[in-house]
Nanobody, 116 residues
């Protein structure tokens, strides 16, 4: 089993920044990619960003490219999502995920609200 704990959500004004963290624990040896999805009110869950545990490969959703940056610190089994130039449409619950070739794990989510 893998446990994922997210931190860093909150309320921010449009144009502001936030950094989310997700720390993995448990049997993480088979995990090869971690990332973030989000779900806005009334919308489907969408990919925000993902990164291989080596950090060599990243993938971003089209709506966040150029504004968000995902990174990994394997010493702490933690990934980070630096979110800059936030917009109202970035509001939602952000879920950390970790995947192996056969199974995916999800955190409980952290709420990000972008509003003036």
């Amino acid at each position: 089993q893998v446990q994922l704990v997210e931190t860093g959500g909150g309320l921010v004004q449009p144009g502001g920044s936030l950094r989310l963290s997700c720390t993995a624990s448990g049997s993480i040896g088979h995990i090869y990619v971690m990332g973030w999805d989000r779900q806005a009110p009334g919308a489907q869950r969408e990919l925000v960003a993902a990164i291989t545990r080596s950090g060599e490969s990243t993938n971003y959703g089209d709506s966040v490219k150029g504004r968000f940056t995902i990174s990994v610190d394997n010493a702490d089994d933690t990934i980070y999502l630096q979110m800059n130039s936030l917009k109202a449409e970035d509001t939602g619950v952000y879920y950390c995920h970790a995947r192996s070739t056969t199974v995916a794990y999800w955190g409980n989510g952290t709420l990000v609200t972008v509003s003036s």
